[in-house]
C-alpha cells in the first residue's frame, strides 16, 4: 500500500473539460489523485499545473482507453495498492444523429464506455470500498439522463441508465447500511470538446449553437456542492441553467408487495 498522506481520488476522463477542472478543484483542497483518460500528454500537462500549485500532492497518471473492457479491469487492479475515498467516473462522450442514421461503431464504443465501464468500476469501488467511512462514488450523467433531448436519444438512453443506475445504487447503500454515498451529477450544455466529438467536427461555438451554456469550471464547483451535500443528485436545469441539489428523482418500489421475494442461492439450498 502506498504510504503517501491522505486517501486518492480517482477521476476518469481527466484529460480535458469537466474531468480536468474536478482534478483541480479536488488538488485545491489538497486531495491525492489518481487521473485516468486515453491521453497521456493531456493528463502529464494536468499532473504538471497541479504540482505547480501543490507539489506535496501525488497526482497519478493512468493513460488507458476505458472503451475497451479489458483496460477497465486492468486499471481498477492497478489502483490496488492506493488507498481510495472518491471515485468520479466522468469519462464519456456523445453523439448526435438519428437512430436510422447513426455511426453504429461510434454507438458502440460511446455504449462500451459511458455504459459498461461505468458499471464495471462502480461495482467494483462498491464491493471494496463500501463500509469504509467517508467514502463517494460520483457518476457523471447529463440533464439528457432526465429529459430526452432530439437528436441524441441513443446518447440519453445511456445517461438515463446513468442516472437510474446510481440512484438505485444510492438507495441500495442506505438500505443496507453502508457507509458508501452514491451521487449522481447531471449537467446541461457546457463548453468542451463534447459538442466537436458528438457532430463529428472539427469546430463548435457553444454561443452561437447554444446560447447559455456552462464552463468546465463551473461544472467542477457544482460538483463540490453535490460533494459536500447529503443529496443524492446535482442537476442543472436545462431551460434556466440553474443547479440545484435534490434527492433521487426516479420513482422507486421498495417495499412494494409485487417486488421479487427473497431466492436461496444454490450453496444456501
Not at 184 to 192: G, I, Q, R
Request: proline share 2%; hydrophobic share 40%; with cysteine.
Amino acid at each position: 500500500m502506498v504510504q503517501k498522506k491522505g486517501a486518492y481520488t480517482v477521476i476518469t476522463g481527466a484529460s480535458s473539460g469537466i474531468g480536468y477542472e474536478i482534478a483541480r478543484a479536488f488538488a485545491a483542497r489538497g486531495r491525492n489523485l489518481v487521473v485516468a483518460a486515453r491521453r497521456q500528454d493531456n493528463l502529464e500537462a494536468l499532473k504538471k499545473d497541479i504540482l505547480s500549485n501543490n507539489p506535496e500532492l501525488d497526482v497519478v497518471v493512468r493513460a488507458t482507453d476505458l472503451s475497451v473492457m479489458e483496460n477497465v479491469y486492468q486499471f481498477y487492479e492497478s489502483l490496488k495498492e492506493y488507498p481510495l475515498d472518491t471515485w468520479i467516473n466522468n469519462a464519456g462522450f456523445g453523439n448526435y444523429d438519428s437512430v436510422a442514421h447513426q455511426d453504429l461503431r461510434k454507438i458502440e464504443s460511446m455504449l462500451h464506455l459511458n455504459v459498461e465501464a461505468l458499471t464495471i468500476l462502480s461495482s467494483l469501488f462498491v464491493r471494496d470500498y463500501k463500509d469504509i467511512e467517508g467514502t463517494q462514488l460520483i457518476n457523471i450523467s447529463s440533464c439528457g439522463g432526465y429529459t430526452i433531448v432530439p437528436t441524441a436519444v441513443t446518447y440519453c438512453a445511456a445517461k438515463f441508465y446513468v442516472s437510474t443506475f446510481t440512484e438505485g445504487l444510492a438507495r441500495e447503500l442506505e438500505e443496507a447500511g453502508a457507509k458508501m454515498r452514491a451521487k449522481v451529477l447531471a449537467p446541461a450544455a457546457t463548453k468542451t470538446e463534447f459538442g466537436k466529438v458528438a457532430n463529428n467536427v472539427c469546430e463548435y461555438d457553444y454561443d452561437r449553437l447554444f446560447g447559455t451554456c456552462h464552463t468546465s469550471r463551473q461544472m467542477a464547483a457544482f460538483l463540490l456542492e453535490l460533494y459536500d451535500s447529503d443529496q443524492v443528485v446535482g442537476a442543472v436545469d436545462r431551460e434556466t441553467f440553474e443547479f440545484r441539489l435534490c434527492g433521487p428523482r426516479f420513482d422507486y418500489a421498495g417495499n412494494s408487495r409485487h417486488n421479487q421475494k427473497a431466492v436461496k442461492s444454490q450453496a444456501e439450498s
